[in-house]
């Protein structure tokens, strides 16, 4: 059977409604996923007949069981926060209090079985804290929510995958957090990732902090080797293919054509940067670690207010979000 992806639609306000639409007339998504809309059901009629879309949208509360649909039609909960009329591409915290909630409802439907992944369109940071929800992003919410303490972001591409040592702080702060035992969460939690997703023993490799990895003390004041290397020599002792560091302006390239399965960023821009370079269109983030085996993929790009409502957003990091969420989704077991 094919599994429930949960998706939130973000920001009313932003392109997330549209790309929602886009995603759920695509025939790959149809064939890999039986989608649930969590968000407003005025916003995705909306949404939809911006885009030109049809689909019956059916309408249930959160905490009630998903009402099957036929062909043509999608369920959606809808948890009644009436934001569906707000208008494209303004900052309001009406519309980041909704996403606080649709995410919170996704959660819940997740810890209670009624979805098998969430995916997440995009919301936007500063309608979120005027919404009076002081998050950084969507990954911190999800570990709230759930409980977690040992988490990190994940982003794919078709070509490479980066896993973050950090990532919504400044660079001083960043460097401060990165520490032997994170190194070493990080690795791990990059080769459970894979290997649930199918991979044997993948390769994991690790950025250097500073240019050229510090070329041994030149650069920096040793932070390779205190922060990064014996998290690298622990996780191999447990078998983990991992190695590094290495010189980020290389690695990405080495790991871009196949020499490695997933690169470990030491912090934001560090990852962020290359991927979209590479795959603007088709990154997916991923939140891995989360408790309970909640399983969350997003978009890589924000509400881009500047197009919102008009109809020209492009879904393909979305669907590429929702089959990624179904690829990590758990399989029923064979009978």
């Known amino acids: 059977m094919k599994p429930r992806i949960g998706i939130t639609m973000g920001d009313v306000c932003g392109v997330g409604p549209e790309i929602t639409a886009h995603a759920l007339v695509s025939p790959e998504v149809l064939s890999i996923a039986r989608p649930c809309v969590i968000g407003d059901a005025g916003a995705l009629a909306r949404a939809r007949d911006i885009v030109g879309a049809k689909f019956e949208i059916v309408k249930f509360m959160p905490g009630e069981p998903i009402p099957e649909t036929g062909d043509g039609a999608v369920a959606c909960a809808d948890p009644g926060l009436e934001v569906g009329a707000l208008p494209f591409g303004h900052i309001d915290g009406r519309a980041g209090a909704a996403a606080f909630h649709f995410l919170k409802t996704a959660v819940e439907m997740a810890q209670a079985g009624s979805i098998d992944a969430i995916t997440t369109a995009p919301l936007n940071k500063e309608a979120l804290h005027a919404g009076g929800f002081s998050f950084p992003g969507h990954t911190e919410i999800l570990a709230e929510l759930t409980g977690t303490q040992n988490y990190s972001m994940m982003l794919a591409t078709p070509t490479m995958k980066v896993i973050h040592l950090t990532t919504h702080v ?5 460097i401060r957090r990165i520490t032997p035992e994170r190194t070493y969460q990080v690795i791990r939690l990059a080769h459970e990732t894979l290997e649930r997703a199918g991979q044997k023993r993948p390769r994991i490799a690790v950025c250097g902090i500073n240019p050229h990895a510090g070329e041994n003390g030149l650069f920096g004041e040793g932070e390779e080797e205190e922060k990064l290397v014996p998290g690298i020599e622990q996780a191999r002792r447990e078998g983990i293919d991992a190695s590094g560091p290495f010189p980020a302006d290389t690695l990405f390239y080495r790991a871009n054509r196949g020499d490695f399965d997933v690169v470990v960023a030491c912090y934001h821009d560090q990852g962020h940067a290359p991927v979209k370079v590479i795959s603007f269109d088709e990154g997916v983030n991923i939140t891995v670690g989360l408790n309970g085996g ?33 690829e990590l989704a758990p399989k029923p077991s064979p009978v």
């Open 294 to 326: 909640v399983i969350r993929t997003s978009v890589d790009h924000g509400t881009a207010f500047d197009i919102a409502g008009k109809g020209v957003a492009r879904s393909q990091s979305l669907e590429a979000a929702i089959r990624y969420a179904a």
């Open 170 to 174: 400044g660079l001083i702060e960043a």
